[in-house]
């Protein structure tokens, strides 16, 4: 505030300063500044996945890791056991008891994606984000959502668009919504440690969108 007067007072011009817990609104930059986070990283995560095969959505826990600028690790740990590393262009799939398996991300548009967005994410990168995805911010620093809808014409022709959730720094929720299928919902950090005690796909949706403005 110091400072703020002291411009002012030199003729500069000058927007007024927010009232203290006043909402502002939010945009990409901003976001993208405070979900930045460098690696070495790492976060919990609760995913539901629908299926018409299913009478419930299945609910996957475990965590995604970041050891290097240039990696994300995706490691499942209920119901099943699996790990997934994104590197160099290749996915590596590994299960207990099984040979792991490797194939170009080429083949697979949302993962990707996915190693395309998280890294831009957690680097802060928006220039990288914004070649792949057309951002579209809402709400305020407190509460907030960021729509990434794909450009890619490959990626374009599965996934619709994917919704980023968020209080302040804390990336809390990201949904993505396919052509065709039901929606994914993946809760992480503190939204992930409170999913623990909820059981219903309604309870976790909650989770994820509490204050949203979507």
């Known amino acids: 505030m ?3 007067m002291l411009l002012c007072s030199a003729g500069l011009p000058c927007a007024a300063a927010p009232e203290a817990g006043a909402a502002v609104a ?20 609760v995913e539901l996945r629908g299926s018409a095969m299913l009478k419930a959505p299945l609910r996957i826990e475990g965590e995604y890791q970041r050891p290097d600028q240039d990696t994300l690790v995706r490691e ?5 056991a699996e790990t ?17 398996r490797k194939f170009s ?9 996915l190693q395309a967005s998280f890294g831009a994410l957690l680097s802060g990168d928006r220039g990288s984000l914004e ?19 794909p450009l890619d014409a490959q990626m374009k022709g599965s996934v619709r668009d994917i919704t980023l959730y968020g209080r302040g720094a804390e990336l809390r929720c990201i949904e993505t919504r396919p052509l065709k299928g039901d929606l994914q919902r993946t809760l992480l950090a503190g939204a992930a440690k409170d999913a623990a005690k909820a059981s219903s796909a309604e309870a976790l949706a909650a989770l994820c969108r509490v204050g949203a403005t979507r």
Do not use: C
């Open 2 to 4: 110091p400072m703020l």
């Open 84 to 100: 997934t590393t994104l590197r160099n262009g290749e996915a590596t799939i590994v299960r207990a008891g099984k040979t792991p």
């Open 76 to 80: 499942v740990r209920s119901p099943y």
């Open 131 to 149: 070649k792949h995805y057309r951002l579209t911010p809402q709400g305020t620093r407190q509460r907030w959502t960021l729509v990434l809808a």
């Open 26 to 45: 939010v945009d990409a930059g901003w976001i993208l500044q405070k979900l930045a986070r460098p690696a070495p990283m790492r976060t919990a995560f």
């Open 105 to 113: 991300l080429s083949r697979v548009p949302e993962l990707a994606g």
